[in-house]
């Protein structure tokens, strides 16, 4: 755990210079637009450690598998989620001396990511090997308004000299990814220019996706200008005269764009039409629209918490990061673990979005929003029964992808892609969570049926009849705990997949009583015939789910009890994260749990348990959870506080929300945890707010932790916005809205008129 970043509830702040935590600051400070994205690298030169990153979305490279491509059905290559061009650089060299901090004296040295406007600010003193002191302020950000552009403010000031220097700006597309094997380069040259127009056209191997990144420099006073133009790199290099004393400012205008949104005989122009506009517009008018639109995000998903300024600063950093990494304005896209903030893990989409993240947006913005996320599954849907296919399934039974770009599998871990099949269950689980948070039900009809249905259809072949135990069993599967692989039985996985087919069930009489002719086009369309669901009603009657009589509790899978049951309060602190230090064959064969398993099927599906039951699990497996997923803590905190363990609850609310600030897992440097963030969101309005959507109804039952004097949230839910406010004695909901809304408070009724509220005391 790293304590560097300074606490504040609206700013992530590094006060000095930190060149051993450099590549984690990058992580946490990182921007993004929905669009493109980048880590909060140096615009100046920096030799020291850094992980210089440019992301655009749905941009990737398919590169090729090497791990057990022998296997039939193996993914042929992993998706990686590539390093884009960078248009960032600001190179000063002073009489023949590179500004670089890892060779200068940093006299001081600040950071500071604003989330309130969206912008990355930096401001340093150094003094070079030659004596030269100089400052240097920088403000960079990417527009939210016009996802297109970007835009740096470059100010240097000379504070013991006057000389001539050279400033080198433009496009660099001859970049690599840290996880390139042999160092290969991923992108092609097809134009560039560093006349008039200073850009880099660059092609994806394979891929074949174009992107464009465009620049126009203002410097003032320049003294001579030349064209630089290398392999797939143009800039422009100025003379210019700094004046002891006196600031000279740069200004750098970006246009990013791609062939995703564009026909490649279009593209150049559309991107110098975007960059030209935007220039001339100026700095503080597109930084203007910034803040204009920042302050509108912040309307709908801002959580205030008063009394902690770390718990308020934590769930603001996870709110930013989840509003600037996904915006819905295209189907196409979906959200990355890492997001704009690395490189690590590849793919565009995991089972995250579907089990952390969507709560949030269905909560905090536009309704199509979450419903691009879910229509984004639907696309897919073909090839997600290719993807069964390919392991010999049948009759259009749907297997998902644990990590895609294209709906194609593309992960390259045996015992995670084939087996850690749950992610079906999490994509089920998301429709039922959408119909019944909107009251959309025709989402089923247009939509989410055929999704279900796939899916049932794979649970049913995936499933095989014991004859020792007379039950339905799941052999060779991974749980959402991947420090235990190829078990059987796991719980998690078993009953998930019973409530996905119970739901299936329920929504096919739902369409074919309520929408008659989508149900005849979906039976045409997905080949189904209702003589199906008798093996399906069979599976959820006689499906084998472990339990242990003894403790009362579900048992996690096949020989769990058999292992060495050592709490993890007994590991040595020096052994942790144990990932890190313990092997794998020890991982595996050791009882601990690298995130919640089968709590995580009592959080979805709560309300089928008493709180006896869920306090009990509870108990037994966090004694044996290491946390060492990001995906672990929120769910732990929401169970928690359901069961009256409110300071646990409280603890893990800072597990959740400072993880990445805090490195608590060592791991920050590769990039920050984004879909977990959702997770973030929902420890305070689902853990300690209480929340639950109830036939339709809002419902909370909230607690406040013993060191907050309050906290509030807004939720919207069904075009109507409620804010809930949570004092030590008491809770207020108030109707934003224009309609009459129902709502039940501490299990009581209340009808809220338009723009009032009505009070609860605890």
């Given at each position: 755990m790293k304590s560097y970043i300074k606490h504040d509830p609206w700013k992530i702040i590094e006060d000095k210079f930190n060149p051993d935590y450099n590549k984690i600051s990058e992580s946490i400070c990182s921007l993004g637009n929905g669009k493109f994205g980048q880590r909060a690298n140096f615009e100046e030169t920096f030799s020291g450690k850094t992980l210089q990153g440019n992301y655009v979305s749905g941009v990737y490279y398919p590169d090729k598998t090497r791990v057990g491509w022998w296997k039939n059905g193996y993914p042929e290559y992993f998706a990686k989620m590539l390093?884009?061009?960078?248009?960032?650089?600001?190179?000063?060299?002073?009489?023949?001396?590179?500004?670089?901090?890892?060779?200068?004296?940093?006299?001081?040295?600040?950071?500071?990511?604003?989330?309130?406007?969206?912008?990355?600010?930096?401001?340093?003193?150094?003094?070079?090997?030659?004596?030269?002191?100089?400052?240097?302020?920088?403000?960079?950000?990417?527009?939210?308004?016009?996802?297109?552009?970007?835009?740096?403010?470059?100010?240097?000031?000379?504070?013991?000299?006057?000389?001539?220097?050279?400033?080198?700006?433009?496009?660099?597309?001859?970049?690599?990814?840290?996880?390139?094997?042999?160092?290969?380069?991923?992108?092609i040259e097809i134009d560039k220019a560093a006349d008039e127009n200073i850009f880099v056209t660059a092609e994806t191997k394979k891929t074949k996706f174009r992107v464009c990144t465009a620049v126009i420099n203002f410097l003032p006073e320049v003294i001579d200008t030349k064209s630089v133009s290398k392999e797939k790199y143009a800039a422009k290099q100025y003379t210019v005269q700094l004046t002891e004393n006196k600031s000279f400012t740069i200004y750098k205008y970006a246009a990013v764009t791609s062939t995703m949104?564009?026909?490649?005989?279009?593209?150049?122009?559309?991107?110098?039409?975007?960059?030209?506009?935007?220039?001339?517009?100026?700095?503080?008018?597109?930084?203007?629209?910034?803040?204009?639109?920042?302050?509108?995000?912040?309307?709908?998903?801002?959580?205030?918490?008063?009394?902690?300024?770390?718990?308020?600063?934590?769930?603001?950093?996870?709110?930013?990061?989840?509003?600037?990494?996904?915006?819905?304005?295209?189907?196409r896209l979906n959200i990355g673990p890492k997001g704009f903030t690395g490189e690590k893990y590849g793919g565009t989409t995991y089972w995250d979005t579907e089990a952390y993240c969507l709560p949030f947006y269905l909560a905090t913005a536009d309704k199509k929003v979450a419903h691009s996320l879910l229509v984004y599954r639907w696309k897919h849907l073909k090839k997600a029964i290719e993807n069964a296919e390919k392991l010999g399934f049948t009759h259009g039974a749907a297997l998902y992808p644990m990590v895609t770009a294209n709906g194609e599998e593309c992960h390259n871990e045996w015992e995670i892609t084939f087996e850690e099949i749950h992610r079906n269950a999490a994509i089920a689980n998301a429709v039922r969570i959408y119909v019944d948070y909107t009251g959309e039900d025709k989402y089923l009809a247009e939509y989410g049926l055929e999704v279900l249905i796939g899916i049932s259809r794979f649970w049913a072949q995936r499933v095989n009849w014991s004859t020792d135990k007379e039950k339905y069993v799941m052999l060779g599967v991974t749980g959402p705990n991947e420090y235990e692989n190829n078990v059987n039985?796991?719980?998690?996985?078993?009953?998930?997949?019973?409530?996905?087919?119970?739901?299936?069930?329920?929504?096919?009489?739902?369409?074919?009583?309520?929408?008659?002719?989508?149900?005849?086009?979906?039976?045409?369309?997905?080949?189904?015939?209702?003589?199906?669901?008798?093996?399906?009603?069979?599976?959820?009657?006689?499906?084998?789910?472990?339990?242990?009589?003894?403790?009362?509790?579900?048992?996690?899978?096949?020989?769990?009890?058999?292992?060495?049951?050592?709490?993890?309060?007994?590991?040595?602190?020096?052994?942790?994260?144990?990932?890190?230090?313990?092997?794998?064959?020890?991982?595996?064969?050791?009882?601990?749990?690298?995130?919640?398993?089968?709590?995580?099927?009592?959080?979805?599906?709560?309300?089928?348990?008493?709180?006896?039951?869920?306090?009990?699990?509870?108990?037994?497996?966090?004694?044996?959870?290491?946390?060492?997923?990001?995906?672990?803590?929120?769910?732990?905190?929401?169970?928690?506080?359901?069961?009256?363990?409110?300071?646990?609850?409280?603890?893990?609310?800072?597990?959740?929300?400072r993880l990445d600030l805090d490195d608590y897992n060592n791991d920050t440097c590769d990039g920050c945890h984004i879909t977990s963030m959702g997770g973030t969101w929902m420890t305070i309005v689902q853990g300690f707010g209480g929340m639950r959507i109830k036939d339709g109804v809002p419902s909370f039952d909230p607690i406040i932790p013993e060191k907050w004097q309050k906290y509030a949230f807004k939720i919207m839910h069904r075009d109507t916005l409620l804010k809930i406010e949570v004092v030590r004695d008491s809770v207020s909901v108030e109707n934003l809205g224009s309609k009459t809304v129902k709502v039940l408070i501490k299990g009581y009724p209340a009808e809220i008129q338009p723009h009032s509220k009505t009070i609860k005391i605890l």
């Open positions: 390093n884009a061009p960078d248009w960032t650089g600001i190179k000063i060299n002073i009489e023949g001396e590179e500004l670089d901090l890892a060779k200068c004296k940093v006299e001081n040295f600040s950071r500071v990511l604003d989330m309130k406007r969206g912008v990355l600010e930096r401001s340093f003193t150094v003094e070079t090997e030659s004596g030269k002191r100089l400052e240097v302020n920088s403000t960079r950000f990417l527009s939210i308004a016009r996802d297109e552009n970007a835009a740096i403010k470059y100010t240097v000031t000379p504070k013991n000299f006057s000389a001539k220097a050279v400033i080198t700006s433009g496009v660099d597309a001859d970049i690599k990814n840290e996880d390139s094997n042999y160092d290969e380069k991923f992108w949104y564009y026909g490649e005989n279009e593209l150049l122009s559309k991107t110098l039409e975007s960059l030209k506009k935007a220039a001339n517009d100026g700095f503080d008018t597109l930084l203007k629209e910034q803040e204009n639109a920042w302050d509108e995000k912040w309307k709908e998903s801002d959580i205030i918490i008063e009394g902690d300024v770390a718990a308020q600063q934590g769930i603001r950093f996870n709110i930013f990061q989840l509003n600037q990494t996904y915006t819905g304005r295209d189907e039985n796991n719980w998690y996985t078993s009953y998930s997949a019973v409530q996905n087919l119970k739901y299936t069930l329920w929504a096919i009489d739902f369409v074919k009583n309520n929408y008659a002719a989508d149900y005849q086009r979906i039976k045409t369309v997905c080949d189904f015939n209702e003589q199906e669901t008798e093996k399906w009603k069979d599976i959820i009657e006689k499906m084998y789910l472990g339990y242990d009589e003894k403790r009362k509790v579900f048992i996690q899978h096949d020989g769990f009890l058999d292992k060495e049951l050592i709490p993890v309060s007994e590991l040595d602190p020096k052994v942790r994260p144990i990932n890190q230090h313990w092997s794998w064959d020890r991982i595996l064969r050791s009882c601990y749990i690298k995130q919640a398993d089968v709590l995580q099927g009592l959080y979805f599906f709560e309300n089928q348990f008493d709180n006896e039951t869920i306090k009990r699990n509870f108990e037994f497996y966090e004694q044996f959870t290491v946390h060492e997923s990001s995906l672990s803590s929120c769910i732990h905190n929401i169970l928690a506080a359901k069961v009256g363990l409110f300071d646990k609850a409280y603890q893990y609310y800072l597990n959740a929300s």
